[in-house]
């Protein structure tokens, strides 16, 4: 299969093949996708990377779904404390956690990549709390 070129996938049906071929690549060399990246312009590769994640999304959706099933068909997992906290269906409920997860991963999957893309910022994560803190610290400062 030759795919299309990466600035050229949409959200047609026909690209969604090319789509999964670059995701593949990204999986099994992530270097070769990141430099193809930098060969597009910025608001090319934003494009491309966005329709990458858009083709994704109803797999990870799916997935999440199966877990879900899993969590609370299969091992027995209960969500009595949820369902009295929001007094709402338990279908209602996963759909809005599932919602909610999807959501938080997106964004927090952005913001670190966007700090990674900088090439200016370090994350150390210090586990000396209950809570682990994650503190950015500026490369600038430490290899100076």
Known sequence: MTPLPLEEIGLRGRHHRSALWWLGLL???PKQLNDRLKEL???????????LYLHALPYI???SIIGRWLLFSVFGLELERSLAIYNISPILL??????TGIW???IIGVVFGLFALTNKWVIICVY???IPVVEFLNTNLLFQ
């Open 27 to 29: 999986y099994r060399r």
């Open 94 to 99: 996963h759909i809005l956690f599932l919602i």
């Open 128 to 130: 000396s709390s209950p």
């Open 61 to 63: 959706v799916l997935l």
């Open 104 to 106: 938080l991963a997106m």
């Open 41 to 51: 312009n910025k608001s090319q590769a934003a494009h491309a990377s966005a329709v």
